[in-house]
């Protein structure tokens, strides 16, 4: 082949040394700092922590039923009076009576106060509690679990962006060596050292190039509109990645033993079961007494025509004994103790879940680290494959057709090589997700970390406001 066709593969070769350097000649932080934009940009992520902010207060709203209640009346009003009355006594004629009649108006008004405090309910307000503090671990979870989702999803969309780039190049620069070595052809045809058979079949594979290029574009197209809806901005020039899986076990029955304790999911399964029991114990709680004081002030002015004002305070206890209420309560602790029975199973569901995840991130992870060794002998042997073949088609022992299939396989193996180095980052994050550990600390992202307890403790004992710590 002639010296620029060499060029050109020559600078397709290059292209793909650069793509795949190894993790140690990568420029540090750029997949991180992807990372980091996911985590801060995400509206899924950012939804999801609002979910748990509003799950905080349900603490403060189980512990009122510990406070006091109080409440302020006031009445105002108008009101015009007469009474007739008759008087009987001893000076009345026989068969007469006096009658008086009184007419008058007034403005009877009052002010009034009452407090009123639960001293015992079954302890429904403890266990409320307590089931609200499950609630929030769980949300806490399910945001964990959020995001090692969208940290999965970024980084999968980075290495799938930089994999279409990386064939789109490749698959450009194929078709510069098919134009050139139709151009080559030709010039042969000319000289009568190829048939008109040859051409054609540069031309034909020249059209497939072109589709392939049509395709690769596309693709790429596809993926920066991913990487834009993932990570929240659009793509720059991207760098190579290095795997994570020095952040995982290194053993799959310590990960397998990892993931059923670590897991998001596993957790928010294992909260539900303390919300169903507490939600039992709650049901339960409607069969016993409840014993509240309460302590009442009024001041009232101008009531009748002849009462200018009254004053009055108090201080009562009530008991409340329920003994049968048409039988709903029974049917709540029966519906509660149920519902905790599918929990249970819920959360055996949830471990199987997890440990099939590690085995299966597992043995993808493995396939994916032998494939690029295989990958690589497959480039290797196309490369010298396709030097020998453009040789002896130099001599006249092969033909037109053999040293483009001998291209095309070259290309199929630089192909294989990047998507194999694509799934070998990507797995590698599978893997750390699966195990429970994709997280910014984990991986020291370049970004503040969310911190949900710092919400939580903003509200939880807040007796009034209507103000968000955020200033909504």
């Given amino acids: 082949m002639c010296g620029g066709v060499k060029s050109v593969v020559g600078a397709a070769m290059a292209l793909v040394a650069g793509l795949l350097l ?22 899924q992520l950012n939804a999801q922590r609002a979910l748990v902010r509003a799950t905080d207060e349900s603490v403060p709203t189980a512990l009122a039923g510990y406070r006091p209640k109080a409440s302020v009346t006031a009445n105002a009003g108008v009101q015009a009076l007469e009474t007739t009355s008759r008087e009987i006594g001893s000076t009345t004629p026989p068969g007469g009576a006096t ?19 639960t001293l015992l309910n079954g302890y429904q307000t403890s266990n409320r509690t307590r089931l609200a503090e499950s609630q929030v671990l769980a949300a806490r979870e399910a945001l964990r679990n959020i995001e090692q989702t969208v940290l999965l999803n970024a980084a999968t969309a980075y290495m799938n962006l930089l994999r279409d780039t990386a064939i789109l190049e490749l698959q450009t620069n194929n078709l510069d060596v098919l134009k050139e070595y139709l151009r080559q052809t030709k ?20 059209a497939v190039g072109q589709t392939q290029v049509f395709a690769a574009q596309a693709n790429y197209e596809g993926s920066r ?22 952040f995982a076990p290194r053993r799959l ?18 909260h539900n079961v303390d919300v169903a029991l507490l939600q039992v114990k709650i049901a339960e709680g409607a069969l016993y007494p409840t014993v509240s004081l309460q302590g009442t002030v009024q001041k009232n002015y101008e009531t009748a025509l002849n009462a200018l004002e009254s004053f009055s305070a108090g201080v009562s206890g009530q008991l409340s ?55 690589t002998a497959q480039m290797k042997s196309a490369e010298a494959a396709l030097d020998g073949v453009r040789e002896e088609a130099r001599l006249g022992q092969r033909t037109t057709l053999d040293v483009l299939n001998a291209q095309q396989e070259l290309v ?27 997280s ?15 919400h939580y403790h903003q509200v939880r004992d807040a007796w009034s406001g209507v103000r968000t710590p955020a200033g909504r």
Avoid: C, H
């Fill in 99 to 117: 009658l008086f009649t009184q007419r008058g108006s007034n403005l009877p008004r009052g002010v009034g106060a009452t407090v009123t405090q």
């Fill in 187 to 206: 010039t042969r045809l000319e000289s009568g050292n190829v048939t008109a058979t040859d051409v054609s079949q540069s031309e034909s594979r020249l």
């Fill in 321 to 375: 004994v329920p003994i049968y209420q048409g039988g709903s309560e029974y049917a709540a602790i029966r519906q509660a103790k149920e519902t905790q029975g599918q929990r249970q199973l819920d959360l055996s569901v949830a471990r199987d879940q997890a440990r099939a995840a590690v085995v299966q991130a597992w043995a993808q992870f493995e396939a994916a680290k032998r494939s690029i060794e295989s990958t």
């Fill in 22 to 43: 190894s993790s140690a000649q990568a420029v540090a932080g750029t997949i991180e700092s992807a990372l980091a934009q996911a985590y801060v940009n995400n509206p």
């Fill in 412 to 438: 199929s193996a630089r192909i294989a090589m990047v998507s194999a180095q694509r799934d070998r980052v990507v797995n590698s994050y599978t893997l750390l997700a699966a195990v429970g550990r994709l």
């Fill in 225 to 246: 509109a991913v990487y834009r809806q993932v990570i929240g901005v659009d793509p720059d020039r991207l760098s190579p990645a290095s795997t994570v899986d020095r």
């Fill in 440 to 454: 910014p600390q984990v991986l020291k992202l370049p970004v503040p970390t969310y911190d949900a307890k710092v």
């Fill in 253 to 270: 029955p310590l990960a397998i033993s990892t993931a059923t304790a670590n897991s998001p999911n596993v957790n928010v399964a294992q």
